[in-house]
Nanobody, 123 residues
Framework: QVQVVESGGGLVQAGDSLRLSCTAS????????SAWFRQAPGKEREGVSC????????YYADSVKGRFTISRDNAKNTLYLQMSSLEPEDTAMYYC????????????????WGQGTQVTVSS
């Protein structure tokens, strides 16, 4: 049984940093590209960042470029999202997802999803 579990969310102030983690079990982690999505209240779920299987290539939404860094530790089956210079606009539920296909900003290719971790940034 595949499980994807996010952690690390919380309430922070604007300008602060936060690191999210996502641990996957029940699947061969190295066979999946992994991504972070987020969904703010009343908005569509959007892709934040994605990293390819080897970790050599990553992609970012324009809104987080230069502030967020995605990484993965395949030995630990864990995905990370280091977030810095957080803004109130980053407030959302953050989801980890895995796809056997290549990275995509669309939700469709991602088969496995976590339950999400809440990030709230106060001004």
């Amino acid at each position: 049984q595949v499980q994807v579990v996010e952690s690390g969310g919380g309430l922070v102030q604007a300008g602060d940093s936060l690191r999210l983690s996502c641990t996957a079990s029940g699947l061969t982690f190295t066979s999946y590209a992994s991504a972070w999505f987020r969904q703010a209240p009343g908005k569509e779920r959007e892709g934040v960042s994605c990293i390819r299987r080897s970790g050599a290539t990553s992609y970012y939404a324009d809104s987080v470029k230069g502030r967020f860094t995605i990484s993965r530790d395949n030995a630990k089956n864990t995905l990370y999202l280091q977030m810095s210079s957080l803004e109130p606009e980053d407030t959302a539920m953050y989801y980890c997802a895995a796809t056997a296909s290549d990275c995509s900003g669309s939700r469709a290719p991602y088969k496995y999803w976590g339950q999400g971790t809440q990030v709230t940034v106060s001004s």
